[in-house]
């Protein structure tokens, strides 16, 4: 008999007997997708399909129960995108289903190496030991390679520990990828010889499924610090496989865009620990970006928290890895989000930053701030 993980489901119903009804659904939608009288026995009933394991009222002051259901690790084969099928593939298109816990198995962790830096290896990256990360972006999409790389060096010189695309930059005419990157590398070097600092360029690599990795390798070759991805928009497991291959060194920060859908509704798609924090340390990000609150975005306090302690619970034996709540965020929001999140983040401020007369003395104001 093969190990199995479990994934723990709110499921709206307005009693047991519905709950109980629409959670052995899942149990046979997420398997194998036949009706329940119709399951060969033995090894299909037996191994592969899923068993409801617990089943309890939810406590979130939602009209429903939390269901908690066991998958054989036979059902992925060591597949990754089929054990994200298998955790939420047909099922998320019913209403009233959200995945709200994951537990993976031994075998899934075997699968999924997890991150290779985690926030310990970015701090190592950047000479610190301890403390916050900060962290900027160049924009707009529209600017020149050469006027993007002044910025990035501006950045540096103020003290970012890790300057970043904008995600929206990939190759446009305006900054094709090969002249950025080779422009913005040049540039935070220059600023970090005059500064003495270690601070990193992070290029977008986000592109084409023909493009991600080779563009990934591309920028170690270069001598940037870290990569940018956006998950959602790649896929998976390009991430994944990305940071469980051994010839490839460099942090992987991962980008919200297109996520949104997954996270936004309290009764569907994932609890936001579970899709920031969870999936993305299986995944191997070694940083999540995502929306703070209080930004132009409307995650609220207790579901930014609640990505934090997912991004570095215990999670079999896998890294913690850096949040780095950003979407708005202002010099005026630091000692609030030192207070909700303590050392272990990476702030993540930018047109704030941009908008200044003097984008360095910004900067620096920024991280004497974070310091206080």
Do not use: W
């Amino acid at each position: 008999m093969a190990a199995r993980f479990t994934v723990t489901y709110f499921v709206a119903a307005d009693d047991a007997a519905e709950a109980k009804m629409r959670a052995l659904d899942i149990a046979l939608e997420q398997t194998v997708e036949i009706p329940r009288n119709a399951v060969p026995t033995g090894y299909v009933e037996d191994e592969i399909l899923g068993r409801l394991a617990m089943l309890q009222e939810d406590t979130a002051g939602r009209r429903g129960y939390l269901a908690t259901i066991s998958y054989s690790e036979d059902d992925v084969g060591g597949d990754f995108p089929q054990f994200l099928n298998i955790v939420f593939g047909n099922s998320s298109i019913k209403p009233g289903l959200r995945v709200e816990a994951i537990s993976p198995s031994p075998g899934i962790i075997k699968m999924c190496p997890g991150p290779r830096h985690g926030i310990a290896g970015l701090r190592a990256r950047a000479g610190i030991d301890a403390g916050p990360l900060v962290m900027s972006a160049i924009k707009p999409v529209g600017l020149s390679s050469a006027a993007l790389a002044r910025l990035a060096h501006d950045f540096a010189l103020g003290g970012m520990h890790y300057v970043k695309d904008d995600h929206g930059l990939v190759s446009q005419r305006t900054a094709p990828f090969d002249e950025r990157l080779k422009a913005c590398i040049e540039a935070v070097g220059e600023a970090n010889a005059k500064s003495g600092r270690n601070t990193s360029f992070v290029p977008n690599v986000t592109g084409p499924a023909t493009a991600v990795i080779e563009r990934a390798k591309q920028a170690e070759e270069a001598g940037a610090g870290a990569v940018m991805i956006a998950p959602a928009l790649t896929g998976y497991d390009v991430v994944r496989t990305l940071a469980a291959d051994r010839s490839f060194t460099l942090p992987i920060v991962s980008h919200p865009a297109f996520s949104g859908a997954n996270v936004v509704s309290s009764e569907a798609g994932f609890a936001h620990g579970v899709f920031f924090g969870t999936l993305h340390r299986l995944m191997g990000a070694d940083a999540v970006i995502y929306p703070n609150f209080g930004g132009r975005f409307g995650f609220t306090r207790d579901e930014c928290l609640s990505i934090a302690d997912a991004c570095s619970v215990e999670l079999s034996g896998l890294k913690a890895i850096a949040v780095a709540p950003g979407g708005g965020m202002t010099l005026n929001r630091v000692p609030e989000m030192r207070e909700a999140y303590g050392n272990d983040v990476m702030y993540l401020v930018g047109g704030a930053l941009l908008q200044e007369p003097n984008l360095v003395d910004a900067c620096r104001r920024l991280v004497a701030s974070i310091h206080e």
